[in-house]
C-alpha cells in the first residue's frame, strides 16, 4: 500500500525532517505527561522548559534533514551507519549548543534519527514495520567511530540487567510497533480526541519499558510506579473516562515524589508520532 505523498530526495528530506521536528514538539506541549515537562510545566525537571523542548526540537531540523539526505534510497551498511553515526553525533553538539548544555533530546535524536533514516532508505514508501526493521538493522551494524562512553543510560542498563535505547532499537522498536501505534489506533476508534489518544499511547510505552532516565533518577521503585501507574490509566479505560484521568494524576503524583521522569518513554512517543504520520494518508501533509 502506498502510504506518503510522492516524494523525491530534495523534497522528502525536508518533509521529513520538518516532520519530525513537528513530532518532538507535538510530544513536548501534550499535556498531563507525568513527570514530564509538558505545556503545564517542567515536571520533575529543574534544568528544563517547554520553551527550551522546543528551541532544542528545531534546532535538530537540519540534522533530520541531512540524515534524510544522506540515506536516500541507500542499502543499510557499515558505511552509511558510519555516516549516520556522525551526523546523529553532530546533532547532539547541535543540541547541546541550542539549549546551553542541557540534554533535552538525546534518546530522541537516536530514535527519530535511525527512523527519519530508514524512511528515506525506503524512498518513503514503506509501512511502519518495515520503517521500524530498517531502523533496526541500521542499529545492529558497527560503527567504529563511536566514541568508547560510559554512559548513564549504559550503567542503568549494566546495573539492572535491562535493555536500553540501544536495544529497543536494535529489537526493532518493539514499544512502538506493538505498545504505541496499536493503542494510538485503538483509542482514536473508540472515541478519544487526539490528545487522549496520544497521552494512551505514552501509557502503553509506560507499562512495559526500561526506562534507564527513570531508572538512573528513581531506581526500580521508579520503574515499577511508572509501569504499575500507566497500566492503572489504561485499565481504568484511558485518558478519555474520569478514572483514567484520575488514575492519570495519581501517576503524575507519584512521579514527581519519587523524582522520576520517563524521557525514553516520550522519546518513542515522538517516534511514534512519527511513524504514525508516514503512514496515516490523513496526517501526511
Ligand atoms: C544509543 C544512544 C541513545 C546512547 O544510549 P545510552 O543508553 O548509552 O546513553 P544515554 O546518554 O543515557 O541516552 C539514552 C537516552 O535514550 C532515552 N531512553 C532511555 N531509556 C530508553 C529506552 N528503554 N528506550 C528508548 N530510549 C530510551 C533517554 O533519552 C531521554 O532522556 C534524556 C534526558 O535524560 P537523562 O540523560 O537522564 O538526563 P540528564 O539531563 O543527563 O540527567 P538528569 O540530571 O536530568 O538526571 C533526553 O535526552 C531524552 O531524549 C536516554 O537519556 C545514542 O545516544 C548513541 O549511541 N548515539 C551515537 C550517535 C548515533 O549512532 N546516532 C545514530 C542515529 S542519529
Ligand atoms: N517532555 C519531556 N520532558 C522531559 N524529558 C523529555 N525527553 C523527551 N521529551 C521530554
Not at 507525568?34 to 510545566?41: A, E, I, K, Q, T
Amino acid at each position: 500500500m502506498k502510504l506518503l505523498p510522492r516524494i523525491d530526495a530534495e523534497g522528502g528530506a525536508e518533509w521529513l525532517a520538518r516532520t519530525a521536528t513537528l513530532c518532538l514538539i507535538d510530544e513536548a506541549r501534550l499535556s498531563p505527561k507525568p513527570g514530564l515537562v509538558d505545556s503545564r510545566g517542567n515536571g520533575a525537571h529543574h534544568d528544563l522548559t517547554l520553551e527550551l523542548m522546543e528551541r532544542s526540537a528545531h534546532s535538530l531540523t537540519p540534522t533530520f534533514q541531512a540524515l534524510a539526505q544522506q540515506s536516500w534510497r541507500r542499502p543499510a551498511d557499515v558505511a552509511l551507519r558510519q555516516t549516520i553515526g556522525r551526523l546523529g553525533r553532530e546533532g547532539e553538539q547541535q543540541m547541546m549548543a541550542a539549549t546551553g548544555g542541557v540534554n533535552t533530546h538525546r534518546g530522541a535524536i537516536w530514535a527519530l534519527g535511525l527512523l527519519v533514516s530508514a524512511v528515506a532508505m525506503s524512498g518513503g514508501n514503506a509501512p511502519a514495520q518495515e520503517i521500524a526493521a530498517t531502523a533496526a538493522k541500521l542499529a545492529q551494524l558497527p560503527d567504529d567511530a563511536a566514541p568508547k562512553l560510559f554512559s548513564k543510560g549504559l550503567r542503568a542498563t549494566h546495573r539492572y540487567r535491562v535493555p536500553g535505547a540501544r536495544e529497543e532499537a536494535q529489537q526493532g522498536f518493539p514499544h512502538i510497533i506493538k505498545l504505541a501505534l496499536p493503542q494510538l489506533q485503538h483509542s482514536r476508534q473508540r472515541g478519544s480526541n487526539e490528545a487522549q489518544a496520544r497521552l494512551d499511547a505514552l501509557m502503553a510505552i509506560m507499562t512495559s519499558l526500561s526506562d534507564t532516565c527513570v531508572l538512573s533518577r528513581a531506581g526500580l521503585e521508579g520503574l515499577e510506579a511508572m509501569r504499575h501507574g500507566a497500566s492503572a490509566v489504561l485499565q481504568a479505560g484511558g485518558v478519555a473516562s474520569k478514572a483514567g484521568q484520575q488514575a492519570l494524576a495519581e501517576l503524575d503524583a507519584r512521579m514527581l515524589a519519587l523524582n522520576a521522569s520517563p524521557g525514553g518513554a516520550a522519546d518513542l512517543l515522538a517516534a511514534t508520532l512519527f511513524l504514525d504520520r508516514m503512514t496515516t494518508p490523513y496526517l501526511a501533509n
